[in-house]
């Protein structure tokens, strides 16, 4: 009854720009920390940037200075603005919450199905 979409994904030039949402629909009472994750082919999933409800953030090495994290709690959305794109940020990307449906169960923690980023010339 929980679940994320993610959109803006797809293929840009080296050097481009593309900006990730991802909408959480259903039960939702609240969402705690979300966060996008991406996996490239053959590699593990890794975070690429998280953010909490307070809007504290936190980002991986190799994406600091290029990508910005934000969210917006009204509307149970988190976007990822990815700019100054390299063919190594090539991979599936993937939205994360931890969600809260009622407040007498625990936090859930729910996965969008992934949207893809190409970066090639």
């Known amino acids: 009854q929980v679940q994320l979409v993610e959109s803006g994904g797809g293929l840009v030039q080296p050097g481009g720009s593309l900006r990730l949402s991802c909408v959480g629909s259903g039960r939702i009472l609240s969402i705690n920390d979300m ?30 200075g290029r990508f910005t994290i934000s969210r917006d709690n009204a509307k149970n959305t988190v976007y990822l603005q990815m700019n100054s794109l ?29 949207t893809p980023v190409t970066v090639s010339s």
Do not use: H, M
């Not at 409800?53 to 994406?63: C, I, L, P, Q, W």
């Not at 190594?88 to 009622?102: L, R």
């Open 35 to 64: 966060g996008w994750y991406r996996q490239a082919p053959e590699k593990q999933r890794e975070l690429v940037a998280g953010i909490t409800r307070g809007g504290s953030t936190n980002y991986a090495d190799s994406v600091k």
């Open 86 to 114: 390299k063919p190594e940020d090539t991979a599936v990307y993937y939205c994360n919450a931890k969600i809260n449906p009622n407040p007498l169960f625990p936090l859930l923690e729910v996965w969008g199905q992934g």
